[in-house]
């Protein structure tokens, strides 16, 4: 096994093939993610204001979610007149999957607020706009982080399952190697998968501590029961 | 009764929370444990029903060393109350009352039976035995706490600050409603809280405790206001302890005077002195200053709003606030039922203090 | 393609009876769903309510999901079809199985986690050994968060279901993949939307049985809560 594995990985041909369907990939995985984050915000903030938009829009995030993306990525081409291999048709549909996933974090962040922080930065002088950006989001940062890593390895995973239908990306190695009875880049797929995601995951953290410096390391252990 | 023996927990970090702690919480009665935080009361608290285990040193409770026993069955003859009273959500009211008749094996019915007469015992209406916990006040949720712990009638009773979590209203009635519990049932009840009022009104012996978890003082309410232990037990029991502690001594001796009276409904001539005017049950409703005129009959809007009221019987603190408080000099003394039996004067209080200092 | 031939593609009662037809397929892929479901809950549950209810491995359980949660399906399914031999059904229902645990193993860990801690301390404290105090408090407790992760795990089963008919087996996925080796695009999509539905008609019913299951105390009490971070 690890035999094949060596010679899969020395030839040249298969490194350049590897590379390019990796970063097919994490553009397919990580573009959606930001615009679906970005879509989120706004959407969330209307819904954790007004109690009739909240209902609508966590019901529709809800349907949307619940709709296996394979699925969509198969009937979205009729709505918005794409075919269903066009990149533009995988990244909506994941940005749409990853808005979906990411409304219910944003509420959920606004929710915890404590309400004498934002009163005082009212009264300080903020505009709505400007205390959103920059009060508010800095401190929903935590819960949002939790839900941005989520979807990250959501994404990246969905991505992979595309190749069912054609999807580029590290799935095709899976389907390459299947095809081929052969296991070398199914391994390859998998570690790089592994590998991508773990990175991502770092990345998304160092990414929260750097948003929160007010935020130490928590042990966060709780107390337990004494004897038996 | 329960006998603590140079008790001592240590914890791994290096703090020690209760250091070579004796003393003895004596059968039907209640001991309170008081002190700031950190000086290890409800640590000391927990060690009796081996919620933590000490680290040196013994608990007894009836001469039964408590390591002896199986934990669980150890604590289902001993009630706990807690701050939060740690009702269980996913349980009506009355299955959390009968919760350790459950455990102990009753059956259904005369576990949910007794439950229902424990809801009686701390004064909720039955109709909140179908209710959830969630549906209830903190004050409501306090007292089905006790009624769970008392169920299984054992003769321990642990409180740790059960009633701090309630605002002060609530807290004071609940504090009556364990006085009066106490003294129907006479239970073994050790009592964790940092009011030292509390600890006053409520304990027949207190603890002091100490950061670092020593034994300040351990006395009774009365002696501990008296004569306090050391600078730390005096500043700790607070100012005003003179005065506080006139609620440990009676009145006996104490002579009622006779009040000018006058009728609320009926016309009041003006008086040369203070009058005091009484409703038809004979109830105090306000004071009538000296030289008033009153057009027709005496309404509550010409009165002056009397002080507190001393009831007959009661302690010398009560007899003094009534004097000090009242608009004309003269304390209000009634009797149980409400109704006016005469008035106090501050200057006989302290006569009758300095009688008492005189003789003993 | 239009959503008229879509729409004369799922009305046909001809794909939908027979051999191959949709009604087998969504049974296929039904079986396959509930299969991994219940084996990844076998494994998840007794482990999340396990290290929930001592608190201890806590940080290592819920790496070890994490860890899983990007394992890729297709991958582990490919890979295992070719050790094992393809047309076997036990290389899908392991890797579907392994995408079923880390939200089971999450849901029960933070459904014990998630017991107010004053309640644990009376638990205890009014006498409960260890285990009545798991079975007869935390488990209720933690119903909400569990039944949550079994949905989550449901519907991520019922939606990567379609690659058993990559290697060879059944499932909503044959005719779409078969549909879209022909380009019989109203197969596809007809595909597509019956698993859709599928999903969300699944999620309704778990919807509804969690409603059942969880005591009426706890719903209340989650009303009234508010605000809580």
Known sequence: MIHDLVKYLSNPRNQDAVVHLLLVHIRLALVPLLIGLLAALPIGWAAQRYRRVRALVLGASNVLYTVPSLALFVILPSIIGTRILDELNVVVALALYTAALLVRPVVDALDALPAHVLAAATAVGYRPVRRFLTVELPLAVPVLAAGVRVASVSNISLVSVGALIGVGGLGQLFTEGFQNAYNPPIVVGIALTLALALVVDLLLVAGRSLLTPWQGQRAGRRRLVGAA | MIEFRAVTKRFPDGTTAVDKLSLTAESGRITVLVGPSGCGKTTSLRMINRMIDPTDGTIFIDDLDVRTTDPAVLRRGIGYVIQQAGLFPHRTVLDNVATVPLLIGWGRRKARARAAELLEVVGLPAAMGARYPAQLSGGQQQRVGVARALAADPPVLLMDEPFSAVDPVVREGLQDELLRLQSELGKTVVFVTHDIDEAIKLGDTVAVLREGGRLAQFAPPDQLLAEPADDFVSSFVGRDRGYRRLSFVGSDGLAIHPLRTVALGEPAPPLDEWALAVDGAGRPRGWLPPSSTVDGPLTEDALRPGGSLYTKGGSLRGALDAALSSPSGYGVAVDQAGALVGGVVAGEVLALLRSHRDDS | ?229
């Open chain 3, 1 to 229: 393609m239009i959503f008229s031939e879509l729409a004369d593609w799922l009305t046909d009662p001809a794909n939908w009876t027979g051999d191959g037809g949709l009604l087998q397929r969504v049974a296929e892929h039904l079986r396959y769903t509930v299969i991994a479901v219940l084996g990844a809950a076998v494994v998840a549950v007794p482990l999340g309510l396990a290290v929930g209810h001592s608190g201890r491995g806590g940080t290592v359980v819920v790496g070890l999901a994490n860890a899983m949660r990007a394992l890729p399906t297709l991958g582990v399914i490919t890979l295992l079809s070719l050790q094992l031999g393809i047309l076997r059904v036990g290389p899908v229902l392991l890797g579907l199985g392994i995408l079923a645990v880390p939200p089971i193993l999450a849901g029960s860990y933070a459904g014990v986690q998630s017991v107010d801690r004053a309640v644990v301390d009376a638990a205890a404290g009014v006498g409960m050994t260890s285990w009545q105090r798991l079975w007869r408090v935390e488990v209720p407790i933690a119903m909400p968060l569990l039944l949550g992760g079994l949905r989550g795990a449901v519907l991520q089963v019922v939606a990567t279901g379609t690659v058993a008919a990559y290697v060879g087996l059944g499932g909503l996925g044959r005719p779409l993949l078969d549909g879209l080796r022909v380009t019989d695009y109203p197969r596809v999509a007809g595909a597509a939307v019956v698993v859709a539905v599928l999903a969300v008609l699944l999620d309704l019913v778990l919807a509804a049985v969690q409603r059942q299951i969880v005591p009426r105390g706890l719903r209340l009490a989650s009303r009234t809560v508010s605000g809580v971070a």
